[in-house]
């Protein structure tokens, strides 16, 4: 079996890091250009990179010469002491985006997103204690040094986070871990990729990864070597044992990190590993490139700079107010540093700091739930991108079936037979006793074929043996050992020559010779590819009957009605060379000529003979109808991609549910819809809609459609591709995203690496190829479709809960904290919270309620509504934020200020009337107080309503768990969407609390004041309030689904 090769942590994909292809262009340009021409502004690393390459040799070397440089042998390689040796001077082949300076790195910690704004309002408070304050208060000095605490606690956050998202990526690359065939010490072993080191030999095979710069020095005819990963090229290219260009980067003998053998095989010496490779050197100059970021995160970035732009308005706003009126109007009221300190309060309180945060968290916390279904997310992009996924690209062998193909018929000339019939009728217990047409039909079938039993299941029957190869060929494989033994009947055959089989050619081909026989040729593939190249074909008895066109006929029409069936057809035929008019066999005397066989046999697809047509089914996964049904449910479209005759995938699609519509339209139905005018459209749209229901469509049929055919594909619901090949594959899946579909693709072996890196997320299955799980963002660990499910759930799950953690925030931050200071200000209250408390609340008690609604299970509905479009449904709109600050902030900010009020009057029989406008009056013998009661007065009844605003986060807490399901069928305590974790916030909270203002230290520097006992239990009632409010709304949404309250809804 062909070991597949893998990279893992070894090379940067060009999806996740897309500026590898752009450099890997802009060095093979350098190398070309000349000197006078190299570009001025090129960074120095960059110069001395493209020098490097320049200068290297090892692909215009003769090979001998470049064995004698590594110090190794083509035959027998580097011995065990030499790779020892060379693994401590070069070190392991690992190459990672190189991590930035530590200053860098520590800048971007403490300096970055909205700690900017943190060490500005840190400044500015310092500047209030001294040299402005006047005398110096301690308030303004502490509040500083808090801000630097928050500031310390928001970049720890920060480096835990990159720790454990370095870990999980270890674990992954871990998991993955590649290995090579090496030659050492004169036998073939298998390493890890890491352990390659410069002069080791390598042999690659088709879906093998390059996990190292090597020179070519064997390969097959037919080698092609996939290097969109560097070269941002989708096509592959021929490889090549001597150099077809000077440029170390463009010529054919050179394979590099992190390319792919997608057919053939070859044999290379590696020339460099880790660093010193391409892809190392190229990753060098990335390092310090920020990251991209996602969609969510760009929309959580534009709330954040949003918010701090208006607070920078407001704060200003009231620094102006105050030195434009309060300071002549109202002397005495509000100091230079009492105005300064207010308006970068505002700075500080009105942005959710937690927000970034949470938005990491609600990303790491879903991918650490995926794991539990066994489905492993490469990078918290793909978290995302899952919710928003309308498209779904199939695969349909191994994705939809159950890649255990059987044979199920056999067809001649002159009969058609199952299986069982044919192994009762025609099999043998050694070949020479199979009758002719069998064995014909044996040797097409046996040696044929890449598939080859797992040496340990060779003591069970046919039937049950694991096979290493392809599900085809597995089946044909079973077919001949149950015909006859294979082991005895293949040591009578000597393999000459083998073309593999290529979904552009749809046909494989080998040479073989028996014992001292003439070589011959067999083919086996698609019939509507080799039936016009077949002019016999063998009856059941093993007569030679020509085909006419009757002939043809019988075999098109068998082909049908097995495709109808569901069954995956496939043509087994073979040309024996006669000599003719006193021509020689061309393949006789030829058989040590590699070169020469390839040429003739190429030319041999002609004049072929028939040995028997084959029909096999893989039946359906069982839980894929079911499957497919959610995902319609979900509004997402799934789409069979397939290199199946077109009536097979249409059965199979039927069976998986994927086509449910009793009329199917082909490509001349869409043609007519798509001629269909706008007006006729109008008139015509439930036929319009029937007509676009179902759809398949060849990939013969696809060559040449117009962008207006593409339009009218895109508005089906039910789509089969059929006869696709990989490059047709990947035209769909541009053709939807640009039609403003988000794409999943579904693939297992390296014809799906140019559509899974197109698409938006590319899907592998767990058993599939190495470079398709290395090319993909999700791996399905199970190799289970249902995962998918699970998957995109938890998509969706990002967003909806991040938006309840936003809306459990915004009112605190924004309108329950802004209103104080703006009562200071305009009204000339006594500052109701001071901007200690309001920080307490926006880095403290909300951080943990925060974080526990970002584990919150999905409403049941989560899954029966359509996938959100990131470009007309933003994260936050004006609904949210209508409901954020004038329904549930401006409850809150009642409820506190009455808290304030009441606490006032309580213990001072101050009324309101006489706090409101008190400006500078509110001083030395106002209402028969001193000026330090007063003090202490405003103190306490802070406190009072800081107590307030927690209370009521508890019910905004409860009531954001959902956005439509009623509180009472949501239990948070019992029953499948129980969240107990969300009660500890309420303790914690009370703890802070007790904590901040039940301290006498804290009492004196913040000027915080102990919280009445009755001050606890007071705003419960407005609580209990607010969450009737929000059942009241939530009934009102479920009832009346259009109206406006529903509109209006978040």
Request: charge should be neutral; aromatic fraction near 6%; glycine fraction near 6%.
């Amino acid at each position: 079996m062909s070991q597949q090769l893998s990279a893992g942590r070894m090379w940067v994909r060009s999806r996740g890091s897309p500026h590898a292809a752009t450099e890997f262009r802009t060095l093979s340009i350098q190398i070309r250009d000349t000197e006078e021409r190299r570009l001025q502004r090129q960074q120095s690393l960059q110069s001395e990179l493209t020098s490097d390459l320049r200068n290297t040799r090892y692909h215009l070397d003769p090979i001998p010469e470049v064995l004698a440089q590594l110090g190794t042998s083509q035959d027998v390689g580097l011995t065990k002491e030499a790779a020892a040796q060379a693994l401590g001077r070069h070190g392991r082949n690992e190459v990672g985006r190189t991590s930035r300076m530590i200053p860098q790195r520590v800048f971007r910690w403490f300096c970055t997103g909205f700690n900017r704004f943190l060490w500005l309002a840190m400044v500015v408070f310092w500047l209030c204690w001294k040299p402005i304050g006047d005398p110096p208060q301690s308030g303004n000095l502490a509040m500083a040094v808090v801000v630097i605490l928050v500031i310390g606690l928001q970049a720890l956050f920060a480096v835990w986070q990159e720790w454990t998202t370095q870990r999980a990526m270890h674990a992954i690359s871990s998991m993955m871990q590649a290995e090579c065939t090496v030659l050492r010490d004169g036998v073939l072993q298998q390493i890890a990729a890491t352990e390659l080191v410069p002069g080791d030999i390598v042999q690659l095979r088709a879906d093998d990864r390059v996990a190292a710069d090597m020179r070519l020095i064997e390969v097959s005819m037919d080698v092609m070597l996939d290097r969109s990963e560097l070269s941002g090229t989708p096509h592959a290219t021929i490889g090549s044992s001597i150099y077809t260009s000077t440029n170390y980067l463009e010529t054919r003998n050179m394979a590099m990190m992190g390319a792919s053998v997608t057919q053939g095989q070859c044999t290379g010496v590696v020339v460099a590993t880790g660093g010193d490779t391409v892809l190392g050197r190229i990753s060098s100059l990335l390092s310090n490139r920020p990251a991209e970021q996602t969609i969510l995160q760009l929309e959580v970035r534009r709330l954040v700079n949003g918010l701090t732009t208006v607070s920078l308005v407001v704060g200003t706003v009231f620094v102006v107010l105050w030195a434009a009126w309060l300071r002549t109007a109202y002397p005495g009221f509000m100091s230079v540093s009492d105005a300064l300190a207010n308006g970068v309060g505002v700075l500080v309180t009105f942005v959710p700091g937690s927000l970034p945060i949470s938005l990491t968290l609600a990303l790491t916390t879903v991918a650490k739930r995926l794991q539990r279904h066994r489905v492993l997310i490469k990078n918290l992009t793909t978290v995302e991108m899952l919710g928003a996924v309308n498209v779904i690209c199939c695969e349909k062998t191994g994705t939809l079936t159950q890649r255990r193909v059987r044979v199920t018929n056999v067809g001649f000339a002159d009969d058609e037979m199952s299986l069982e019939r044919l192994l009762v009728e025609q099999s043998a217990a050694v070949l020479d006793a199979l009758p002719l047409s069998a064995l014909r039909l044996h040797e097409t079938a046996a040696l044929c074929n890449d598939a080859a039993f797992d040496e340990m299941t060779m003591h069970m029957p046919a039937s049950r043996r694991e096979v290493l190869g392809d599900a085809t060929d597995s089946a044909l494989l079973r077919m001949a050992e149950q015909m006859c033994p294979l082991a005895p009947a293949r040591q009578q055959y000597t393999m000459l020559l083998k073309i593999p089989f290529s979904l552009r050619r749809r046909w494989m081909l080998v040479v073989c010779k028996r014992r001292d026989s003439e070589p011959f040729v067999l083919v086996k593939g698609a019939p509507e590819r080799l039936l016009p190249h077949c002019s016999t074909i063998q009856a059941s008895d093993g007569a030679i009957w020509p085909i006419d066109e009757r002939m043809r006929s019988r075999m098109a029409d068998m082909q049908l009605r097995w495709a109808n069936r569901g069954c995956r057809v496939l043509l087994l035929c073979r040309r024996d060379f006669i000599a003719e008019n006193g021509k020689p066999n061309p393949l006789a005397g030829i058989a040590d000529n590699p070169a020469a066989l390839y040429e003739v046999a190429s030319r041999s697809i002609d004049r072929l003979c028939v040995v028997g047509m084959v029909g096999m089914v893989d039946p359906p996964r069982e839980e894929i109808p079911s499957v497919v049904g959610i995902f319609r449910s979900a509004g997402v479209r799934v789409f069979m991609v397939t290199g199946d005759y077109a009536p097979t995938a249409a059965y199979m699609a039927r069976q998986c549910g994927i086509i449910t519509s009793a009329v199917v339209d082909g490509v001349e139905e869409l043609q007519t819809s798509a001629r269909l005018s706008s007006a006729e459209k109008e008139d015509s749209a439930e036929q319009t809609l029937a007509c676009r229901r179902s759809l398949v469509i060849s990939g013969a049929e696809m060559a040449g459609l117009s962008p207006k055919l593409w339009d009218a594909i895109a508005q089906y619901e039910e789509i089969v591709f059929a006869r696709i090949t990989p490059e047709q594959k990947l035209q769909v899946v541009e053709e939807m995203r640009a039609r403003g579909s988000i794409v999943a693709v579904t693939g297992d072996d390296a014809n799906d690496l140019p559509a899974m890196r197109a698409a938006h997320v590319g899907v592998a299955m767990g058993n599939g190829s190495a470079v398709s799980r290395e090319a993909a963002e999700m791996v399905l660990l199970d190799n289970n479709f249902s995962s998918m499910v699970a998957a995109l759930e938890a998509g969706r799950l990002v967003f909806v809960n991040l938006k309840k953690v936003i809306v459990y925030l915004l009112p605190m931050t924004n309108m329950s904290e802004i209103m104080p200071s703006f009562l200071n200000v305009v009204l000339g209250l006594p500052i109701p919270l001071s901007t200690f408390l309001m920080l307490v609340i926006n880095t403290i008690t909300d951080v943990w309620a925060s974080i526990v609604l970002l584990r919150e299970e999905p409403e049941t509905d989560i899954l029966h509504h359509p996938p959100r479009n990131p470009k007309k449904e933003p994260l936050v709109d004006v609904r949210f934020f209508v409901h954020a600050y004038l329904f549930i902030g401006l409850i809150q900010t009642v409820t506190g200020h009455v808290m304030f009020f009441l606490c006032i009057y309580l213990r001072s029989g101050i009324s309101p009337g006489h706090v409101f406008l008190a400006f500078n009056k509110w001083t030395d013998g106002y209402m028969g107080k001193s000026k330090q009661q007063l003090a202490d007065i405003v103190s306490v009844a802070g406190s009072a309503h800081f107590m307030a605003l927690v209370v009521m986060q508890w019910a905004n807490m409860f009531a954001a768990r959902t956005r439509s399901r009623s509180l009472f069928r949501q239990n948070p305590l019992w029953g499948p969407k129980r969240n107990p974790l969300l009660l500890v916030s309420i303790p914690i909270s009370v703890m802070v609390a007790l904590f901040f203002n039940q301290i006498r230290w804290f009492n004196v520097v913040f000027l915080t004041g102990n919280i009445p006992v009755e001050f606890f239990f007071l705003p419960i009632p407005f609580a209990c309030a607010l969450l009737a409010l929000e059942e009241l709304r939530k009934l009102l949404l479920r009832r009346f689904p259009h109206s406006l309250i529903a509109r209006m809804a978040w």
